[in-house]
């Protein structure tokens, strides 16, 4: 008999340093902070605000909003960069993240 997972428990799922399933468009972008910070790093918060914050941002469902952020460490900007997509998952599915540090 297979097992099926419930949507409760592929949105509890993680690749280990940050969640890629959310519910809330807030919840997701609120991790891309929360990873920064984990990793060493802090966002700028008007490049960040401006690419995030407003909800006019979401992406619509079936489609991938793609945006690379500036990372700061001691208020000096680095030379990597936070790289995240966020795909809108259909119906209330919520949302996708995916996001590196190169």
Do not use: W
Request: charged share 30%; glycine share 6%.
């Amino acid at each position: 008999m297979k097992k099926v997972k419930l949507f409760e428990e592929y949105v509890s799922e993680s690749r280990g340093d940050f969640q890629i399933y959310h519910r809330t468009y807030s919840s997701t972008i609120d991790e891309i902070e929360r990873y920064a910070a984990v990793k060493g790093y802090h966002l700028d918060n008007e490049e960040y605000g401006n690419a995030y914050v407003d909800a006019f941002f979401k992406p619509k469902e079936g489609a991938t909003k793609k945006d690379t952020l500036s990372l700061y460490k001691n208020d000096k900007e680095q030379k990597k960069a936070l790289h995240v997509q966020i795909y809108g998952r259909s119906g209330t599915a919520g949302y996708e993240l995916n996001m590196y540090i190169n």
